[in-house]
Structure formats: structure tokens, C-alpha cells
């Protein structure tokens, strides 16, 4: 498969914002950074593309949950042998749009992040003293 990269400009990328069940509230934002077009059509003859993203996650702590910020956070896999993330409950989350691009053909593509399950990283902390979470999440695209 022949994979072509096509340049595109962001018309819509909004916040989400999870509330979890310990009281925290994370932003959390996943940013279209690559689009590739395949070269495939779908069934009704659509553009099939290939995509990456980063995802950004800014957490909210309550004062209880908050501790004195990390040195250093050691790599997940490694953090999971000495203890397990705990699993945190969703709430609500707000702000489940879909983001919009223009590719440079001037076609249009959205995705969506479907959030699905939420852990904490017991013992570490962000610089500003929040519990380091992390978001399992699956995105989306639409043309």
C-alpha cells in the first residue's frame, strides 16, 4: 500500500472534559498531527485515510489527591510491575464533538475520541502536584 501525506489545517480541535469519580477533572485534547491518504475507497466510494495524533491530558485535582511532584515518572510498563494503575471511574464527559479539518485538496475529515477507560498512576505526580493519568482512548475519522 502506497501511503501519500496530504498537508491540512485545523478548523475545529475543542477541549473534553472528563470528570472522574475521585473529584478530579482532566482536559483532555487529541490533535490530528499526520493525515495519509491510502489510496483505497470505502464501499460508497470515499476516501480511505490513515491518521496519527497526540493526545493532550491536563488533570485537576482535588487538594486530597495531590502530592509533592515527581523527579522522574518512569516508563508505564515499568511503573506496572512495581504497582498497578488503578482504574478510575468516569463520571461525565462534556465536550465529546467531533474535530474538523480541511486536507489541501479542500476536502474535509472529522474525528472523534472515544474515551474508554481512565487510570492513575498512584505515587506519581505532575509538576503542579497532580496524580499523572493515563486516557486509553480510540479516535475515529469521518469524511
Not at 483505497?40 to 485515510?49: A, S, T
Not at 491518521?51 to 523527579?71: C, F, H, M, T, W
Not at 498497578?84 to 480541511?102: F, H, L, M, Q, T
Amino acid at each position: 500500500m502506497q501511503l501519500k501525506e496530504i498537508d491540512f489545517k485545523a478548523l475545529k480541535e475543542n477541549w473534553m472534559h472528563i470528570h472522574l469519580e475521585d473529584g478530579t477533572i482532566i482536559r483532555f485534547k487529541s490533535v490530528l498531527t499526520r493525515v495519509f491518504d491510502t489510496g483505497q475507497r470505502d464501499p460508497v466510494g470515499e476516501p480511505i485515510y490513515r491518521i496519527d495524533s497526540q493526545n493532550v491530558v491536563v488533570a485537576r485535582a482535588p487538594e486530597e489527591l495531590k502530592g509533592i511532584p515527581s523527579e522522574f515518572v518512569p516508563p508505564i510498563h515499568e511503573i506496572a510491575k512495581i504497582r498497578k494503575p488503578s482504574v478510575v471511574k468516569i463520571r461525565a464527559i462534556v465536550g465529546e464533538d467531533w474535530n474538523e479539518y480541511e486536507l489541501e485538496d479542500g476536502s474535509r475529515i472529522k474525528t472523534k475520541t472515544i474515551v474508554t477507560k481512565v487510570l492513575r498512576l498512584d505515587g506519581f505526580f505532575d509538576a503542579y502536584g497532580n496524580p499523572i493519568y493515563i486516557i486509553q482512548s480510540q479516535m475515529v475519522v469521518s469524511s
